[in-house]
T-cell receptor
Framework: DQQVKQNSPSLSVQEGRISILNCDYT??????FLWYKKYPAEGPTFLIS?????DKNEDGRFTVFLNKSAKHLSLHIVPSQPGDSAVYFC?????????FGAGTTVTVRA | GAVVSQHPSRVICKSGTSVKIECRSL??????MFWYRQFPKQSLMLMAT?????????EQGVEKDKFLINHASLTLSTLTVTSAHPEDSSFYIC???????????FGDGTRLSIL
């Protein structure tokens, strides 16, 4: 049973515009959420995280929003750059384990 | 900081061979390391949690005798795929969690191909 879902398998965005990636979860026990970025043939790289006691966390061009009541989080990348083209995984933590979504492939067009 | 090294990056071997994959945390100590498996266009699936100095905890459906895990030190965990068969071909990724932390840092993965 997939507890973390990324319903959009792909996203194409113009360079300079905003990329919005969405993630939904079902387990109300999740208390920490993370976004990872992954290039082909490499392991995921940690991007940004948010605790369940917050609703927003910002780090440079990356902002993560958490809506606990809706069990939904999103990642905003602005402005999008060609180097942002990658697969983005949403992950949620319950105690020490991470549950991952299936990923969203982002393509930034020049 | 928080670099995790995984070796080898790619293995091609015959059916029946046992393959060992190493995962090292280079600049931090990790009492807990994790082993994942990823099928094409799918999510990372947790196989087992490796605890330093104790037995690994396996997820449901993962054969512990097939996937042997050893976490002998605070910086090294190994996964041995025993008597590998073509269905074991996959991308295996390890991660390490800093002591007291939540964020997992990942190695670059191992592409295992069993002929």
């Amino acid at each position: 049973d997939q507890q973390v879902k990324q319903n959009s398998p792909s996203l194409s965005v113009q360079e300079g515009r905003i990329s919005i990636l969405n993630c939904d979860y079902t387990n109300s026990m999740f208390d920490y959420f993370l976004w990872y970025k992954k290039y082909p043939a490499e392991g995921p790289t940690f991007l940004i995280s948010i605790s369940s006691i917050k609703d927003k966390n910002e780090d440079g061009r990356f902002t993560v929003f958490l809506n606990k009541s809706a069990k939904h989080l999103s990642l905003h990348i602005v402005p999008s750059q060609p180097g942002d083209s990658a697969v983005y995984f949403c992950a949620a933590s319950d105690d020490y384990k991470l549950s991952f979504g299936a990923g969203t492939t982002v393509t930034v067009r020049a | 900081g928080a670099v995790v090294s995984q070796h080898p990056s790619r293995v091609i071997c015959k059916s029946g061979t046992s393959v060992k994959i190493e995962c090292r945390s280079l600049d931090f100590q990790a009492t807990t390391m994790f082993w994942y498996r990823q099928f094409p266009k799918q999510s990372l699936m947790l196989m087992a949690t490796s605890n330093e100095g104790s037995k690994a905890t396996y997820e449901q459906g993962v054969e512990k005798d097939k996937f042997l895990i050893n976490h002998a030190s605070l910086t090294l965990s190994t996964l041995t795929v025993t008597s590998a068969h073509p269905e074991d071909s996959s991308f295996y990724i390890c991660s390490a969690r800093e002591v007291g932390g939540v964020t997992q840092h990942f190695g670059d993965g191992t592409r295992l191909s069993i002929l």
